[in-house]
C-alpha cells in the first residue's frame, strides 16, 4: 500500500499488508484484551479516554500534518479535525458514565426489570480518507468507554494516519490489543467479519462498500452499522441571509476540497432570489484559493489523489453532456491532484445525475419555484444523510424538517458533526448511528434483568 502526497504526486512511504497469521495473531490479542478490558470499572476507562486526549493534543502538529501530507488537507483543517478528536475523547470521558445508566422498568404483572448496558466484544471499523483521524474516533471513543476493543481497517492511503493512531494508544498506556490498526485490503475484510472473535462491524464509505460489507454481516448475523454518504441538499428561500448562506454554501464546497459526506453538495435555491444567489455564489466561488496545503494562506489543497480528480472530472463530463452549464472547476497547469471550485447550473432533474455524490470541490445549483419543489428536489434521490436550509420563517422550518428526508437538518447553518448528538442517514445513506449516547449504545448488549416484588 502506497502514501502519496495528492500536492506533489511523490511517494511518501509504502506499508506492507498484514499476513493471513499476523491477521490472526491480532484477532487472538483482541479477543484476550476483551476478556480483561469488559471487567474494567468506568473510571478506569473515562481516565484511558483523557489520556487519549491529552495524546492527541500534546501531537497535534505532528498528526496534523501526515494528514495534510497522505490525502491533501490544508493544515489548519487538520488541525482542527485533531482538536475535534480531542474533544470527543474528553466528552465521552466527562459525560460518558451517565450515558451508560440503565434505569429500571415497574412491571404491570409486579416486580421490575432493571436495565444493565454491557460490552459485546471487539468492533471491526472499516474507515475512509477524507477525515483520517475524526471518522476513527467517531467509533473509538465510544468503543472504548462501552468496554469494547477496536479493529482498524483503514484506506490504504493514509496508512501513516492509522499506524500514528496506534501510536497515541501506546503513548496513553492503553492496554495491549485494546485498539489495533490492521494494515489490510479490502478483499480480506470479509473473512474478519465471518471470524467468531469479532462481534460487530462499523464502516463510512460508499454505497457499494456497505453493501458488500452489510450483506458479509448480515451471513454472519452480526450488528452493522452503515454511513454511506450522500448528495446534501443545501435549500435557500428568500427570507434567508443571502451572505450568510452564500458563505455557507462556498464552505461546504471547498472545505476538505469538497470532500465531506455531510456539506452539502445540491444548492436548492427559490426562484425570486435564484439570480442573486447565484451571483454571489460563483464570484466566492472563484475567489477560493486552492494552492500547497501547508501555506497558512490556502483555501482548499488538492483532492485526496489523482484517481479521485479523475472520478470528479468524469462526473462533471456526464453532468455536462446531459446539459449542465460548468463555471469554474478548471484542472490547474502543473503537479497534484487539484482543481479549481466550480459550480454546475442547468442541471437536468435526473435523478441518477443528482443522486451522484460529487466528493470534490463542485457545487450542483438548482432553481425551485417554490417551497414544494425545494423539497421535491430533495428528496428525489435515494439518500439522506444531512441537508441545510436557510430560512426566517418559522412555518418553513417547521416544514423542511418534517417533510425532507434525511437523518440530519441544519437550520441557518452548514451541517457538522458534533460529539454530542447522533450521527447518520437513511435510505441508502445506511443506518445506525454514530456519536452521542446512540453511538455508544449501537454496540451494546441491553440487558433486562428481572426481579421479583
Given at each position: 500500500m502506497k502514501s502519496i502526497n495528492p500536492a506533489t504526486g511523490e511517494q511518501i512511504a509504502t506499508h506492507e499488508a498484514l499476513t493471513e497469521a499476523q491477521v490472526d495473531a491480532a484477532l487472538d490479542r483482541a479477543t484476550a484484551a476483551f476478556a480483561k478490558w469488559r471487567l474494567t470499572g468506568l473510571s478506569d476507562r473515562t481516565a484511558l479516554l483523557s489520556r487519549l486526549a491529552d495524546a492527541y493534543h500534546a501531537n497535534r502538529d505532528t498528526l496534523a500534518r501526515?494528514?495534510?501530507?497522505?490525502?491533501?488537507?490544508?493544515?489548519?483543517?487538520?488541525l482542527a479535525e485533531v482538536d475535534k478528536c480531542v474533544a470527543a475523547f474528553r466528552h465521552y470521558a466527562r459525560q460518558g458514565p451517565a450515558m451508560l445508566e440503565g434505569g429500571s422498568i415497574a412491571l404491570a404483572s409486579g416486580g421490575r426489570a432493571d436495565l444493565v448496558w454491557l460490552p459485546i466484544g471487539p468492533v471491526l471499523a472499516v474507515m475512509p480518507w477524507n477525515f483520517p483521524y475524526w471518522q476513527v474516533v467517531r467509533f473509538l471513543a465510544p468503543c472504548i468507554l462501552a468496554g469494547n476493543v477496536g479493529l482498524l481497517k483503514h484506506a490504504s492511503n493514509v496508512q501513516g494516519v492509522a499506524a500514528l493512531m496506534q501510536d497515541m494508544m501506546a503513548q496513553a498506556d492503553a492496554p495491549e490489543g485494546l485498539f489495533q490498526n490492521l494494515p489490510i485490503r479490502s478483499d480480506a475484510v470479509a473473512a474478519i467479519i465471518a471470524d467468531d472473535r469479532v462481534a460487530a462491524v462499523t464502516l463510512t464509505g460508499s454505497e457499494g462498500a456497505g453493501r458488500a460489507v452489510a450483506e458479509q454481516a448480515g451471513k454472519a448475523l452480526k450488528k452493522v452499522v452503515l454511513e454511506l454518504g450522500g448528495s446534501d441538499p443545501f435549500i435557500v428561500m428568500p427570507s434567508a441571509d443571502l451572505d450568510a448562506a452564500v458563505g455557507q454554501a462556498v464552505t461546504a464546497r471547498t472545505q476538505n476540497t469538497g470532500q465531506s459526506c455531510i456539506c452539502g453538495k445540491r444548492m436548492i435555491v427559490h426562484a425570486d432570489i435564484y439570480d442573486a444567489f447565484l451571483a454571489r455564489f460563483s464570484a466566492a466561488m472563484a475567489a477560493v484559493k486552492a494552492g500547497n496545503p501547508l501555506d497558512e494562506g490556502t483555501d482548499m489543497g488538492p483532492l485526496s489523489s489523482a484517481e479521485q480528480r479523475r472520478t470528479v472530472q468524469d462526473q462533471v463530463g456526464r453532468m455536462?453532456?446531459?446539459?449542465a452549464t460548468l463555471i469554474g472547476g478548471e484542472t490547474p497547469d502543473g503537479p497534484g491532484a487539484f482543481m479549481r471550485a466550480g459550480i454546475l447550473t442547468d442541471m437536468p432533474a435526473d435523478p441518477a445525475l443528482m443522486g451522484e455524490e460529487i466528493f470534490g470541490p463542485i457545487a450542483m445549483v438548482f432553481k425551485a419555484?417554490?417551497?414544494?419543489?425545494?423539497?421535491a428536489i430533495a428528496n428525489a434521490?435515494?439518500?439522506?444523510?444531512?441537508?441545510?436550509?436557510?430560512?426566517?420563517?418559522?412555518d418553513e422550518e417547521?416544514?423542511?424538517?418534517?417533510?425532507?428526508?434525511?437523518?440530519?437538518?441544519?437550520?441557518?447553518?452548514?451541517?457538522a458533526s458534533a460529539p454530542e448528538a447522533p450521527f447518520g442517514g437513511v435510505k441508502r445513506s445506511g443506518h445506525g448511528r454514530e456519536l452521542g449516547p446512540f453511538g455508544l449504545h449501537e454496540f451494546m448488549n441491553l440487558k433486562s434483568v428481572y426481579r421479583a416484588a
Open positions: 501526515m494528514a495534510t501530507q497522505e490525502m491533501g488537507k490544508t493544515l489548519k483543517s487538520a455536462k453532456a446531459a446539459g419555484a417554490d417551497m414544494d419543489e425545494a423539497i434521490i435515494p439518500f439522506g444523510l444531512g441537508s441545510s436550509v436557510w430560512t426566517r420563517d418559522a417547521a416544514r423542511f424538517v418534517r417533510d425532507i428526508n434525511a437523518g440530519m437538518t441544519a437550520v441557518n447553518q452548514m451541517l
